[in-house]
């Protein structure tokens, strides 16, 4: 009995003395924005955490946007463009909500953004596919509930808000 005993303590020492369990969280931003200041209200999603299969590093964000803001934005399909907003402008934004992913989610999510990143054309398109979209497909693919309201569509920190009250499994505030 004392050997068994002896040997369970054992194996939980080693669990517990184990390397933590790695993990990525995405997190959900808009930026208010100001046309009279040149930088449209925006959503985006950053990555950051640790691989748990590779132990790698994730620093990473990503939104959609149109290559140039021009009229012709007003008029249909334009193209398009994936960018990543500086660390500094980062800490500028809200952050509504956050979720841990695994690092199948994390590459379903790194598929999709080169998807929308590599779509042959004019793929931006300010009714049908902004960033409000690109943001609602990633929430899709971890299981969130999304829609978007025409009267929405040029709000994302309003837009946002909405897919958070209508997921409340995540426990978020309306940010004002």
Same mark, same amino acid.
């Given at each position: 009995?004392?050997?068994?005993? !002896?040997?369970?303590?054992?194996?939980?020492?080693?669990? *517990?003395?184990?390397?933590?369990?790695?993990?990525? &969280?995405?997190?959900?931003?808009?930026?208010?924005?100001?046309?009279?200041? /040149?930088?449209?209200?925006?959503?985006?999603?950053?990555?950051?955490?640790?691989?748990?299969?590779?132990?790698?590093?994730? $620093? +990473?964000?990503?939104?959609?946007?149109?290559?140039?803001? =021009?009229?012709?934005?007003?008029? /249909?399909?334009?193209?398009?463009? !994936?960018?990543?907003?500086?660390?500094?402008?980062?800490?500028?934004?809200?952050?509504?909500?956050?979720?841990?992913? =695994?690092?199948? &989610?994390?590459?379903?999510?790194?598929?999709?953004?080169?998807? *929308? &990143? $590599?779509?042959? /054309?004019?793929?931006?398109?300010? +009714?049908?596919?902004?960033?409000?979209?690109?943001?609602?497909?990633?929430?899709?693919?971890?299981?969130?509930?999304?829609?978007?309201?025409?009267?929405?569509?040029?709000?994302?920190?309003? *837009?946002?808000?909405?897919?958070?009250?209508?997921?409340? &499994?995540?426990?978020?505030?309306?940010?004002?």
């Amino acid at each position: 009995m004392k050997r068994l005993l !002896v040997h369970l303590l054992a194996l939980l020492a080693l669990v *517990w003395s184990g390397p933590a369990l790695a993990d990525v &969280q995405i997190h959900f931003h808009s930026f208010n924005g100001s046309v009279l200041f /040149g930088r449209y209200p925006h959503t985006f999603i950053v990555l950051e955490g640790e691989l748990e299969s590779t132990g790698e590093t994730v $620093n +990473e964000n990503y939104g959609f946007s149109a290559r140039k803001v =021009t009229p012709a934005i007003l008029s /249909g399909p334009v193209e398009h463009m !994936v960018l990543a907003e500086s660390e500094k402008n980062v800490k500028k934004t809200n952050r509504h909500f956050t979720i841990t992913i =695994t690092d199948a &989610q994390y590459h379903r999510i790194i598929k999709e953004v080169r998807a *929308w &990143q $590599n779509a042959p /054309g004019k793929y931006y398109d300010l +009714e049908k596919r902004n960033c409000i979209h690109f943001v609602g497909e990633m929430a899709k693919i971890l299981g969130l509930k999304v829609d978007y309201p025409k009267k929405m569509l040029r709000r994302p920190k309003k *837009w946002l808000n909405h897919v958070a009250a209508m997921n409340p &499994q995540l426990g978020a505030s309306a940010i004002k």
